[in-house]
């Protein structure tokens, strides 16, 4: 029997062939995430390579998707123009969505400058929504190093107020630490205070794991705040080199970091480093079950 499709004519041997391969990408698939930590796809932050994306989108996306990776976490392209982000701006979010499934990739979390929430929400909801994502994420809040506390907290309440719309609209906002979080203020961790202030259905947390080499370590976070965090950005420690190393190659507990946050209801990890760490990382995490 014989089907036409235009101008071809497909034999049902052809269709057959064309469902057992789906089939087999399927089950490979099926196969990758449960060897994968949490059984969630492994992703990557783009930021590392945002030079190359910018200039050869579609080629960086397969470069990625060759490694194993099977989403990405974007950044804003207007909240990101001056930095390295500027060749994408003027691409349409359903058009970047098309051009990331056609990678074999997805996406559903991107970082946002707070500033552009703030002045752009609703354009910001919009495009979020076109380009499929579940989660928007907060990068900092730029405060100044001699910034008190009662900034802190006043900035946690507007990050508060942009929850609740996001949250209307059917995102999740959250929020992304660095190093500086990690100081304390007249005896308190800012980051501590964060966490107190921010509402804990409007403002979910995105770990940096790289905040080890302060002496804060994720899994602690993970099990002392349940339901709290919703990602994490991986990268390693090398205390005797002093900088961060691909998955595996540092002083990380990640059988115990991923076991917290199985615990804790995290729903994504990217890793976020430079490539040759990203390929190093990727073998590890493949073969690393929580």
């Known amino acids: 029997m014989k089907y036409s499709r235009g101008m071809r004519t497909i034999s049902r041997r052809d269709l057959l062939r064309a469902n057992a391969a789906g089939f087999a990408a399927l089950s490979t698939r099926a196969r990758e995430l449960e060897a994968a930590p949490l059984g969630l796809p492994i992703g990557c932050q783009v930021y590392p390579v945002r030079e190359a994306l910018s200039k050869d989108f579609d080629g960086t996306l397969r470069e990625l ?5 099977q989403t990405i976490e974007m950044c804003s392209p207007p909240g990101y123009l001056d930095s390295g982000f500027g060749g ?13 499934r056609a990678a074999g990739m997805g996406c559903e979390s991107s970082h946002y400058q707070f500033r552009e929430l703030k002045e752009h929400l609703d354009e910001r909801i919009a495009y979020a929504k076109e380009l499929g994502l579940k989660q928007m994420i907060v990068s900092t809040f730029a405060l100044p190093r001699d910034a008190t ?7 946690a309440g ?7 719309r996001t949250k209307k609209a ?16 007249d005896g308190a961790l800012i980051y501590d205070k ?10 979910k947390m995105q770990f940096q794991v790289s905040v080890i080499s302060l002496g804060h370590e994720a899994a602690t976070y993970f099990e002392k705040h349940p339901g709290r965090f919703i990602s994490i950005h991986l990268q390693d420690w090398s205390p ?5 190393v691909a998955v595996g190659q540092g002083v990380v507990d990640w059988k115990k970091l991923f076991g917290a946050a199985k615990k804790g209801g995290v729903k994504n990890y990217f890793v976020e480093l430079n490539l040759e760490a990203m390929k190093a ?10």
């Open 240 to 244: 005797a080199d002093k900088k961060m």
């Open 281 to 290: 990382s990727y073998a590890y995490l493949r073969g690393l079950k929580a």
């Open 88 to 100: 994408l701006v003027n691409v349409k979010a359903s058009e970047l969505r098309a051009r990331i």
């Open 194 to 203: 964060l966490l107190s202030e921010f509402d804990p259905d409007l403002v």
């Open 65 to 69: 998707a060759a490694i194993g990776y």
């Open 149 to 155: 506390m009662a900034d802190w907290v006043r900035a």
């Open 170 to 185: 059917g995102l999740q906002a959250g929020f992304h630490n660095h190093q500086f979080e990690f100081r304390e203020i």
């Open 158 to 164: 507007e990050l508060n107020k942009i929850g609740e």
